[in-house]
């Protein structure tokens, strides 16, 4: 079972940058699907970026291609976001994901493991 702490969220302004961390504890990051999701209150958990491994091609929704960078440090067993030029409307907790199935899902039944979330407020 693979333990996820989240790390980095804050508030910031609009054009901003902020990095959020996820470090996993009882199995090695590197064997997981990593992404991270964002949720607002009273909306779904929405997809905002995965990688299936360190060499692999990321993906990222279109609300935040080209802004985010989702990566990933085997060696330290963590997963990181990196958010730059944000908005007011990346406002949400993020939830750093892992799955031990072998591919990028969309959706929140993709991933069995989850980190407690991280409030991100941009303020403009």
């Given at each position: 079972q693979v333990q996820l702490i989240e790390s980095g969220g804050g508030?910031?302004?609009?054009?901003?940058?902020?990095r959020l961390s996820c470090t996993a504890s009882g199995r090695t990051l590197s064997t997981y699907v990593v992404a991270w999701f964002r949720?607002?209150?009273g909306k779904e958990r929405e997809f905002?970026?995965?990688?299936?491994?360190?060499?692999?091609?990321?993906?990222?929704?279109?609300?935040?291609?080209?802004r985010f960078t989702i990566s990933r440090d085997n060696a330290k067993n963590t997963m990181y976001l990196s958010m730059?030029?944000?908005?007011?409307?990346?406002?949400?907790?993020?939830?750093?994901?892992?799955?031990?199935?072998?591919?990028?899902?969309?959706?929140?039944?993709d991933y069995d493991h989850w980190g407690q979330g991280t409030q991100v407020t941009v303020s403009s």
């Open positions: 508030l910031v302004q609009a054009g901003g940058s902020l949720q607002v209150p905002a970026a995965g990688l299936r491994s360190a060499s692999g091609t990321p993906v990222y929704d279109d609300s935040v291609k080209g730059n030029n944000l908005k007011a409307e990346d406002t949400a907790v993020y939830y750093c994901a892992a799955n031990a199935r072998g591919y990028v899902g969309w959706a929140r039944y």
